[in-house]
């Protein structure tokens, strides 16, 4: 499918829309149904850029919420009562916590429960990702009121360096494994942590300075050289997005 | 145009001053030079003169630093932008936008510059800077010489009056440097620009520069002209060295020049040429019909060759060229990599753990990227352990590679030579039987350059060991290699003993033989062998 170019805002209202869309209904098969079609718009209007790669992270991200979510409502709460799937051994917890209880019975209610809760709170992170890798964080900038500079300045870094920084990643663990080091387990992400970190600071604050100079904000008004408009693609974009939060 | 009266630099917890009042004048249209070992404060300088030091970075300035009568004590570098365009080390950490054309007006949006205006003069800048065929590609997609002139481009369009540039060649090729270079010579020539770069390799930049600066580290600084300063200069271009060798009066500043000095040499000189040294006879690497594709373009195309052991192999070629292909692959994390690259008869796709670090030591082109513990001490120790050698083993390396380290410095606050020899001690602790290096120069002086060659050679010799090295570094090339594997466009164009690939390069060739052309000399230590030191 070709490529809309669409205002930078767009995905993001939309996004926005569909997230209140999920939260409302609070249906985890809505939420996984919104989040197969995001993904599905991801992976064909998304850019050959660095921000177009971050939404497989968003995935893996969301995955493992998930996953830490569910097993910690399955372990930890109120029992609710039904058909038993098996029994965890209760650990024991003092008489001054009444009513919590770590372990016991597995229930599919309890399960199921625990279960669409995380999956509705994945599907608004996938959703905003989504909107994040479609929207070229340099187009949003360009967008946005010159007043919030010191946001705009963090829109700018946070965005734009941190999607670099997948590439950064995939870089780092690729020297760390020449060095003959095991590139999975808990540890080569402490390993990786800080050549990123220390990258991360450095392009950051590269960043910060070329716009610096190059005086960004300083003036208080501020022209296009481009300007982006709003077409009738945008509002059949964001009208797509109304019609589901109000049909739901 | 720009003055510096009595300015001091001082960053906090530092015990240092990184300048000591210094006083200097920069008249208009003059192009001056920065130079200095690593880490002495040449982008400190740099950053002064449009205040980013100390509004960005903070430390105490003394003095005053003014450019066209504004002081930067009154103004902030977003209210020089009209008149400063700086140009950092890494132009890609400073794009601001995604496409050419709107990185150019940027700055000129920022300033609220009416549309018309910004029309014109992005053209303009286009033109001046040849990028109008690339003006709607994605920057990220561009050649590292192609963004150096974007960047350098989305300067000019504010028509500053002073351009400052951090190490403007030193990620480039031979070539794309020649680019740069000439254009900034034209800026000063036709715009009457002022130009203030600093640069570790000195010889593609002296030749430019009306004035250097020397800045030695403990805050002192020399100022005149590059005549006078490479009289006495610790840090000079081959060509210089190769000026006091022989004795000579000139300092040695242009090829042209040292021709001319040196026609009685050449012409009383016939030698033949030196054989090249052999390398071994054993097979290490063996790279067999290899093809590697990025997308679909192809960045390696069917290559065979076969390095032995006792080799220095340089892999040279332009950005882009297909050299981290061949590395990576030698390596065997490539990917999408059809065709085999065996090491030692091993598939080295399939080598891992400690067969890997026994064969194989690969240093990246950050090396801070094998970095990860807190201090030097902590590193060495894991290095000792994954090798299983006793304790303290790498440190000991590390100290005759680069003495001076303390243990308990965090590898973040050692200086680019430093920590690429801390990745070097712990990629040699465990004597690989290869090692294959990504562009290790970037950044490093003279001194450290002169280090890594030495490290180099005698690892190669000492252990009879294959040294793959990517560079664009002509000089170090010929002070280094054995032989040379030239790359375009995903062939290989030349393969063979250094003299023969560089001398048949005028584009590639050291400045050495430059001078001596046609005899057969690379490297001044190749003219002091054959016709030894004159008082």
Redesign the interface.
Not at chain 1, 205 to 219: K, N, Q, T
Not at chain 2, 76 to 81: D, Q, R, V, W
Not at chain 2, 105 to 115: I, K, R, T
């Given at each position: 499918m070709k490529r809309l170019s669409l205002h930078p805002l767009t995905w993001w209202i939309w996004s926005f829309l569909i997230a209140i869309s999920v939260a409302r209904l609070n249906s985890p098969i809505f939420a996984i149904a919104s989040v197969g079609v995001t993904a599905a718009i991801v992976y064909s209007q998304r850019e050959?850029?660095?921000w177009g790669q971050s939404f497989s992270w968003t995935l893996k991200v969301a995955a493992w919420i998930l996953a830490i979510r569910t097993l910690i409502g399955v372990l930890i709460g109120v029992p609710i009562p039904g058909t038993t799937i098996f029994t965890l051994p209760i650990i024991p917890l003092p008489h001054w916590m009444p009513g919590i209880r770590i372990g016991g019975a597995v229930t599919v209610e309890r399960l199921s429960s625990a279960l669409s809760e995380g999956v509705i709170i994945c599907a608004m992170l996938v959703i905003f990702g989504a909107a994040a890798s479609l929207t070229?964080p340099?187009?949003l900038?360009?967008v946005l009121p010159i007043y919030i500079y010191e946001f705009g300045v963090a829109v700018?870094i946070a965005t734009s360096v941190l999607p670099q920084l997948v590439t950064s990643v995939a870089?780092?663990r690729?020297?760390?494994?020449?060095?003959?080091?095991?590139a999975k387990g808990f540890r080569s992400y402490?390993?990786?942590?800080?050549?990123l970190l220390?990258?991360s600071l450095?392009?950051s604050?590269?960043?910060?300075?070329?716009?610096?100079?190059?005086?960004?904000?300083?003036?208080r008004?501020?022209?296009?050289?481009?300007p982006i408009r709003w077409t009738s693609r945008d509002t059949v974009v964001m009208l797509s997005g109304v019609l589901v939060m109000v049909l739901t | 145009m720009i003055k510096f009266s009595n300015v001091s630099l001082v960053y906090p917890n530092s015990t240092t001053t990184v300048l000591e009042d210094l006083n200097l004048e920069i008249a208009e249209g003059e192009l001056v030079l920065v130079i200095g070992p690593t880490g002495s404060g040449k982008s400190s300088l740099l950053?002064l003169i449009?205040g980013?030091v100390p509004?960005?970075t903070g430390g105490i300035l003394a003095g005053d630093v003014s450019v066209n009568g504004l002081s930067t004590r009154e103004v902030?570098?977003?209210?020089?932008?009209?008149l400063?365009g700086?140009v950092?080390q890494?132009p890609i950490?400073?794009?601001?936008?995604?496409t050419v054309?709107?990185e150019l007006?940027?700055?000129?949006?920022?300033?609220?510059?009416?549309?018309e205006t910004?029309?014109k003069r992005?053209e303009e800048a286009l033109d001046f800077m040849s990028l109008a065929a690339l003006r709607s590609r994605?920057i990220?997609t561009l050649s590292g010489g192609e963004q150096q002139r974007v960047a350098i481009a989305?300067a000019l369009v504010m028509h500053p009056k002073v351009l400052v540039l951090d190490e403007p060649t030193s990620a480039l090729d031979p070539i794309a440097a020649e680019e740069v270079l000439s254009i900034l010579q034209r800026l000063v020539h036709d715009l009457s620009i002022t130009v203030v770069i600093a640069e570790h390799k000195l010889e593609r930049v002296i030749g430019f520069a009306d004035r250097v600066i020397y800045i030695n580290g403990d805050g002192k600084t020399e100022i005149g002209t590059a005549a006078e300063i490479m009289k006495t200069s610790p840090i000079a271009p081959p060509i210089v060295h190769l000026a006091r060798a022989l004795g000579l009066d000139d300092a040695g500043l242009s090829v042209r020049d040292m021709r001319r000095n040196t026609q009685s040499i050449r012409e009383t000189i016939s030698i033949t040429p030196p054989s090249p040294i052999a390398p071994g006879t054993i097979p290490v690497i063996e790279i067999d019909q290899l093809t590697v594709t990025y997308d679909v373009k192809p960045a390696l195309n069917s290559i065979n060759a076969t390095i032995f052991d006792n080799e220095i192999v340089a892999v040279m070629g332009r950005n882009g060229a297909g050299k981290s292909s061949l590395l990576?692959s030698i390596?065997g994390?490539g990917s999408s990599t059809i065709g085999s690259v065996r090491i030692h008869s091993m598939d080295s796709r399939k080598l891992?753990?400690?067969t890997?670090?026994e064969l194989?030591g690969?240093i990246?082109q950050?090396p801070?990227?094998?970095?990860?513990?807190q201090t030097v001490a902590k590193e060495c120790q894991q290095a000792d352990k994954?090798n299983e050698i006793e304790a303290g083993t790498t440190f000991n390396l590390l100290e005759q590679l680069v003495p001076g380290i303390s243990l308990h410095t965090h590898p973040?606050d050692l200086s680019e030579g430093q920590r690429l020899g801390l990745a070097l001690s712990?990629?040699l602790s465990?004597n690989p039987r290869i090692l294959v290096l990504d562009e290790p120069t970037r950044g490093l002086d003279y001194e450290a350059k002169k280090n890594l060659t030495r490290i180099l050679i005698g690892f190669a010799k000492t252990f009879n060991r294959a040294v793959v090295i990517a560079t664009h570094d002509v000089e170090l090339v010929a002070e280094l290699a054995t032989r040379v594997i030239f790359l375009a466009d995903g062939d290989i164009v030349a393969d063979g003993p250094t003299i023969e690939v560089l001398l048949s390069s005028p584009a590639f060739a050291p400045q050495v033989s430059k001078v001596m052309s046609p005899v057969p000399w690379l490297t001044v230590r190749d003219v002091i062998a054959e016709i030894g030191e004159k008082p």
């Open positions: 050959d850029a660095p070229s340099h187009r900038l360009r700018v870089r780092i690729q020297a760390q494994r020449l060095r003959g080091q095991q402490k390993r990786l942590a800080i050549p220390e990258e450095a392009r604050l590269d960043l910060a300075a070329a716009m610096d100079s190059r005086g960004y904000a300083f003036s008004k501020r022209s296009r050289y481009r | 950053r449009n980013l509004h960005h902030k570098p977003g209210g020089l932008a009209h400063i700086i950092g890494n950490n400073g794009f601001v936008a995604d054309e709107e007006a940027f700055a000129m949006e920022a300033l609220n510059l009416p549309n910004m029309r992005v994605a990220a989305s990576t390596a994390v891992a753990g400690n890997r670090r194989l690969y990246p950050e801070s990227d094998l970095l990860y513990a994954d973040r712990i990629v465990s």
